[in-house]
């Protein structure tokens, strides 16, 4: 059983930071893919960055320049660091990972609460 399990999320004033991390635990022989995906009251689930397991990242407009994703494939745990943050910001953000494991799927962690308070 493959989980992914988020931390960091909390109640920030604007410009202010936070770091988002999650941890895969269970079977797992490799993680490709890994990023942060987000969701505010009413609106869909939109990407934030990406990191290959290689290091590449991608980042979405709303974001560049003020976050960074990066991964610690040692201790399959991908990482967000978010400065000057923005009440825009506000949404559960979401841990993905494409996991090769018994077999090879993509998971969702359970999402943690970021809160920017203007």
């Known amino acids: 059983q493959v989980q992914l399990v988020e931390s960091g999320g909390g109640l920030v004033q604007a410009g202010g930071s936070l770091r988002l991390s999650c941890a895969a635990s269970g079977s797992i022989f490799s993680i490709n893919a890994m990023g942060w995906y987000r969701q505010a009251p009413g609106e869909q689930r939109e990407l934030v960055a990406t990191?290959?397991?290689?290091?590449?990242?991608n980042y979405a407009d709303s974001v560049k320049g003020r976050f960074t994703i990066s991964r610690d494939n040692a201790k399959s745990t991908v990482y967000l660091q978010m400065n000057s943050l923005k009440p825009e910001d506000t949404a559960v953000y979401y841990c993905n990972a494409d996991i090769r494991g018994v077999g090879s799927r993509n998971y969702w962690g359970q999402g943690t609460q970021v809160t920017v308070s203007s």
């Open positions: 990191i290959t397991r290689g290091g590449s990242t």
